[in-house]
């Protein structure tokens, strides 16, 4: 079995054919893939809660959504804001 992963857009519905080639030439098209829809947004993280705190340092934690989009998730991006400052944004790579 051979397989190809393809980057899509969320949302979207995809239909793919695929050609075999060698020196001599290329295959005719295969049949056509039923519809397939990519993966969809992920609902958002649950129950936030904050689990230790000292001068220098906050630990937050919270829980996987319960919808994944029917995707694995990537990451976590993570905002705070403090005040007149501005939001910083930090990744979390699962």
């Not at 056509?32 to 705190?53: C, F, I, N, R």
């Not at 919270?62 to 919808?67: K, L």
């Amino acid at each position: 079995m051979t397989e190809y992963n393809a980057t899509v857009v969320t949302g979207k519905t995809y239909f793919f054919k695929v050609k075999t080639l060698n020196v001599v030439g290329k295959s005719a098209l295969s049949l056509e893939s039923a519809g397939m829809l990519a993966g969809s947004v992920p609902s958002k993280p649950l129950d936030l809660e904050l689990v230790a705190q000292s001068q220098f340092q906050i630990k937050f934690q919270w829980t996987q959504p319960s919808d994944l989009g029917g995707i694995p998730l990537t990451h976590y991006a993570i905002y705070w804001d403090y005040g007149v400052l501005g939001t910083e944004l930090a990744e979390l790579f699962v």
